[in-house]
């Protein structure tokens, strides 16, 4: 469990600087003495938070020697340290920042200023305001900083270049519509990810990036981060992951098995039969499973509270209940056993080689297909059961502040 470190507002204090620490020693205190210069120098009623992740060395006593309100938190991980700062927290707004040496602490007007103006959410492009000599992996530089950020504007059609620049800023009214979760360095994706789906006002403001000061290899791990950052996005945007390409093949499916159901059909340079009757009866199968998994995950997701927003195909469930799923189900599960049992009739009737046998062939596989469906709808209205679908819209606090 992640320490609660609940903080009241002070209506003195506008800014909150939060920066997560692990094993720091070496910059954590630069960058505490950075964040209270900014304060000093711009005259800024603010605090300094390091929200501190066990570290075994000196980091907690180099942070608090240089004026920081050190949060301890157990739970390892990016996102559980970032939470517990977020949650301590006392300024009206909040501006996250590494502690490894790699942000410009003492220009962080751009941000605040930003937030002055009424955005909820301020995300810091290092693409823009410069990337130092030494200070970005090449292949995070070219490949996966761009790829990721790519899929992420194109899920979630947020104006962010940087998805995974850790210098931004936000209002504590954000952080707590966010309802945030992750407990790892995805939390970055979850914040922008979040912001969008709630119809925050985002902009994204030029930051330099230098090179870290700490000698010795970074937390990041490219690959396994990078993975988790990527399957974060798709699990937010299960529409793209499962409902449109699920709805592709089974419209593609359903049409050509309808077709073919009623004997070959001979195109200019192609005779479409059997072969082709498999696939799309595959295609209708996976199409299915895809859109069984699109449900469970979007319910599943908003009842965790990872997707804030309402599934738009809740209201269905104050007719389709379990009890109607189940009968829907084993009507289509009878239906499929009498076409098969029908069609091995007229197999012993017929011969080899006969119109009536290779209609039964037909007939068998188009039983298979709906046994396959009714047992996908069987188990489908079960495990949506149990995630607590309910008739009665369930109260969420968040349901208010969305848009659209």
């Known amino acids: ?123 810091g492009n290092r693409f823009r305001g410069g990337i130092s000599k030494g200070a970005m992996r090449w292949h995070h530089r070219y490949i996966g900083n761009p790829l990721l950020s790519f899929v992420g504007r194109m899920l979630f059609r947020t104006p962010v270049g940087d998805f995974h620049c850790g210098l931004r800023g936000l209002t504590r009214e954000a952080v707590a519509k966010m309802n945030l979760q992750s407990a790892g360095m995805e939390l970055a994706s979850e914040i922008i990810v979040k912001a969008s789906i709630l119809g925050m006002r985002v902009c994204e403001v030029p930051v330099r990036m230098l090179p870290d000061r700490r000698g010795r290899a970074p937390h990041l791990r490219s690959f396994s981060d990078g993975w988790r950052h990527l399957r974060f996005l798709l699990m937010f945007s299960p529409r793209w992951l499962f409902a449109y390409p699920g709805l592709a093949l089974l419209a593609i499916g359903t049409l050509v098995s309808l077709v073919l159901s009623f004997g070959p059909l001979q195109l200019p340079f192609l005779l479409v039969d059997f072969h082709s009757f498999i696939i799309a009866g595959t295609f209708m199968i996976l199409g299915i499973t895809l859109l069984s998994f699109f449900a469970i995950t979007r319910v599943y997701t908003y009842h965790t509270g990872l997707l804030p927003k309402l599934p738009g195909f809740y209201p269905l469930f104050k007719v389709l209940n379990l009890e109607k799923g189940l009968a829907l189900g084993l009507v289509l599960l009878l239906l499929g056993i009498s076409i098969m049992l029908y069609a091995v009739y007229q197999s012993q009737t017929a011969g080899f080689e006969t119109i009536g046998f290779v209609r039964s062939v037909r007939l068998v596989f188009g039983g298979s297909l709906a046994v396959i469906l009714g047992v996908q709808v069987i188990l489908t209205s079960i495990m949506l059961s149990m995630l607590g679908i309910k008739i009665s819209h369930p109260v969420h606090e968040v349901d208010t502040v969305v848009r659209g």
């Open 1 to 123: 469990m992640i320490e609660k470190h609940a903080a009241q507002v002070r209506k003195d204090l506008e800014l909150s600087i939060v920066i997560p620490c692990l094993n720091e020693e070496r910059t954590v205190g630069d960058c505490v003495a950075q964040a209270k210069t900014f304060l000093t120098e711009n005259r800024i009623q603010g605090e300094v938070i390091v929200a501190d992740n066990g570290s075994t060395d000196r980091s907690a006593d180099i942070a608090r020697s240089k004026g920081a309100r050190v949060v301890a938190v157990a739970d390892k991980g990016y996102g559980n340290a970032l939470r517990a700062g977020f949650s301590a927290a006392r300024g009206g707004f909040i501006i996250m920042a590494d502690s490894d040496g790699s942000h410009d602490l003492l220009n962080l007007m751009p941000i605040l200023d930003q937030l002055r103006l009424g955005y909820e959410l301020v995300v």
